[in-house]
């Protein structure tokens, strides 16, 4: 069955570039996403880190290598919160696992709820480096005017290209507090 197109160009045209547009938003908003995060997986790219690492046999701590990790943080644009390492940089052995705190105060006269997103560069190294425990697995929920130090637990894989000797691990503190009113309600309990 073949639809009529109206007799008008105009209003041909119009139709045509509204649904142009519409085929746009589906693909923008459905479709690519799931694509980039794909491609993302497959090429190491956006220096996405991931989940919970466990390590299973690992193998005696290489001594004879060191990788500088340095951390940086940043707040997300609205998010009040005081936050960042307890150390700009050490120097780890491939193999090693180690702790790093990061500290939290939220300022503010209200409960608030964080969600800390990771970004690794250089990107070829996101593969090798795990975090056994993270804050950012989880939200972080903190009481007005509550102070917090949050773990973080990593091993650099014994792996890691001879030509990768410092890696940079950068998290961007999000306000999630309008996402989750349970925690915020369970911390007026």
Known sequence: M????????????????????IGMFVFAIWILPPMYDVFCDI???????????????????????????????????GMTWEFGPEVRSITVHPGEQTRIDYAAFNPTGRDMVAQAIPSLTPA?????????????FEQQPLGAGERTQMPMLFI???????????ITLSYTLFDVTDRFPELVAAMAD
């Open 124 to 136: 070829r190294a996101a593969n090798y480096f795990h975090k056994t425990e993270c804050f950012c």
């Open 156 to 166: 650099v894989d014994h792996d890691i290209p001879e030509s990768v000797h410092t």
């Open 2 to 21: 073949k639809v009529p197109m109206p007799s008008n160009p105009v209003t041909a045209l119009c139709l045509k570039l509204s649904a142009l547009v």
């Open 43 to 77: 090429t190491g790219l956006n220096g996405k880190t991931g989940g919970r690492y466990q390590a299973v046999d690992v193998p005696a701590v290489d001594t004879s290598r060191t990788i500088r990790v340095q951390f940086v943080s940043t707040n997300n644009d």
